[in-house]
């Protein structure tokens, strides 16, 4: 289908993310995309991202381009000097949950033109549909974590009722997970979600955890991932007994820079809450070909300094070139070792936060070193860059082991010491002795992703039919 056919001036579409930088930069790629088809879409975020947005991602060149999109906003009920990121995020969750229902339907009620359907981030998954409910519109769930690990959410009580959990201590963190369906004998116990680690009464029962908030979205029209179906389409086969209506529509940043590249009158924006600092890129340009690790751990896991020095020892003892994402609200401390100052300015970069897509399909990057969060991994699969992944909660634990079990495109460091030596090794495994195993996976995973998101490619066609849908939801 092209792209005029589905234009329409009076679909509306709301759109609410969680508001935290992975989750309102992937939402807000799906808004771009609806409102090339002119679609109305009315975007919903917190005055926090709002203004970070405004102030780091670019927001005047984003309304310019998207004529049809519109931003409200609603304080998110922290107060201004709350951290908002790390185990702290605890607390936004709970803020959302407690406060945000009569601002957004509030927004939802006063839209013009009238709304036709509610896009909520799934992780509020009760909280969206009651709002959509009240306010009778289709709601519609979008999930910014994997197929698989969505799946593995859903699972979780039937891995109590089957006994596979509770996890029984330390010792039984190697006790492989059998009846995941579509997933038999993929999982060990330690590669479940983190909140898996607890009891029953923590995981299963109470309301707005992970596992409750997931079996909500069957009260939901529909279901959108960012993944395609190359890459998960056995999961997605038993997703779909479940949930009869998915829409797999990523990697969204390349299905976006698909369509935008074939769309002349738009130019890309940054979606970030962070300041970029490009000058890596210029730094990039300057080194050998595949010859750089990029290091970076998203947007809101937080490094102890002791953990900081342990993996800047390791990058400089690899001896390998390097280029690393510190965030400013990481705490490198202001006493850094001579030698890794020195092993740095041989070798090494370092930014607060860097232009990732961009600096992934940099022809001078050859592996990341991840923490798994979903976007980063989607990213670096498109790109064709291998990983060593680090997980430090949530997902996380899920999307390494899909990575280095499935599709076999790196390491898991999950549950490994935090120790130089072992930094070290693996940075030299992945970019020196099983380079080659590793690209050569990475690369053809690469060429299905993009094939994905060109006009014949599943995910291509998977986003028009939601758009089908959408429309139709309206007559
Ligand atoms: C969290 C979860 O960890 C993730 O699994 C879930 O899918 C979304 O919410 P986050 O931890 O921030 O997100 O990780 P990730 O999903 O990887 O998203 C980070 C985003 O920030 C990526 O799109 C990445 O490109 C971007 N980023 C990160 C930058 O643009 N620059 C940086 O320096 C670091």
Not at 185 to 211: H, K, Q, Y
Not at 229 to 250: A, K, N, W
Request: aromatic letters at 8%; glycine letters at 6%; charged letters at 20%.
């Amino acid at each position: 289908m092209k792209a005029e056919e589905t234009t329409d001036t009076h679909t509306h579409v709301v759109i609410f993310p969680c508001p935290v930088q992975g989750h309102v930069s992937t939402m807000l790629k799906l808004a771009q995309l609806l409102s090339l088809h002119r679609f109305h879409i009315t975007f919903i975020t917190t005055d926090c991202i709002h203004h970070r947005l405004h102030r780091f991602g670019d927001i005047q060149a984003l309304l310019q381009t998207h004529p049809t999109l519109q931003f409200k906003t609603f304080p998110d009920g922290l107060p201004h000097n709350h951290p908002r990121s790390g185990e702290s995020l605890v607390d936004l969750f709970h803020s959302i949950n407690l406060h945000a229902k009569p601002h957004i339907k509030h927004i939802v009620l006063s839209a013009k033109p009238t709304l036709t359907c509610f896009i909520g981030d799934g992780v509020f998954g009760a909280l969206t549909v009651d709002v959509a409910n009240e306010v009778s519109i289709p709601i519609i769930h979008f999930r910014t974590i994997s197929a698989s690990c969505f799946w593995t959410y859903f699972c979780v009580p039937k891995l109590f009722q089957s006994n596979q959990l509770p996890i029984r201590g330390d010792e039984d963190m190697d006790r492989v997970i059998t009846c995941i369906p579509g997933m038999e004998n993929v999982f060990r116990c330690r590669d479940l979600p983190s909140f898996c680690r607890g009891t029953e009464s923590d995981i299963v029962f109470p309301m707005n955890s992970m596992a409750f908030e997931t079996r909500e979205t069957l009260r939901a029209r529909a279901l959108i991932l960012n993944t395609f179906e190359d890459l998960e389409g056995s999961v997605l086969s038993q997703i779909r007994l479940h949930f009869p209506r998915v829409f797999t529509i990523g990697p969204l940043h390349a299905q976006l820079n698909s369509r935008q590249d074939s769309n002349p009158e738009t130019t890309p924006s940054t979606n970030c809450v962070w300041e970029v600092d490009r000058s890596c890129v210029t730094w990039l340009d300057s080194q050998p070909l595949k010859s750089v690790i990029y290091v970076s751990f998203g947007s809101i896991a937080t490094v102890t300094r002791e953990k900081l020095l342990e993996i800047w020892y390791g990058l400089v003892k690899s001896k390998k070139r390097f280029l690393w994402v510190v965030r400013h609200d990481m705490d490198g401390g202001d006493r850094v070792p001579a030698e890794l100052e020195e092993g740095t300015k041989e070798r090494g970069f370092i930014v607060g936060w860097a232009p990732q897509e961009e600096v992934l399909a940099h022809k001078a990057v050859g592996g990341f070193l991840t923490h798994s969060g979903w976007n980063s991994t989607l990213e670096s699969l498109a790109a064709g860059v291998p990983m060593i992944c680090w997980p430090a909660f949530g997902d996380q634990h899920v999307n390494s082991r899909f990575v280095s079990e499935v599709c076999k495109v790196g390491l898991d460091m999950k549950d490994v010491a935090c120790d130089r030596d072992i930094v070290e090794r693996m940075v030299n495994d992945l970019m020196g002795h099983r380079r080659e195993e590793f690209l050569n996976s990475a690369e053809a995973l690469a060429l299905l992703a993009n094939q994905s998101v060109s006009p014949a490619g599943s995910s291509y066609s998977h986003l028009d039919h939601l758009m089908h849908y959408i429309k139709s939801l309206g007559q």
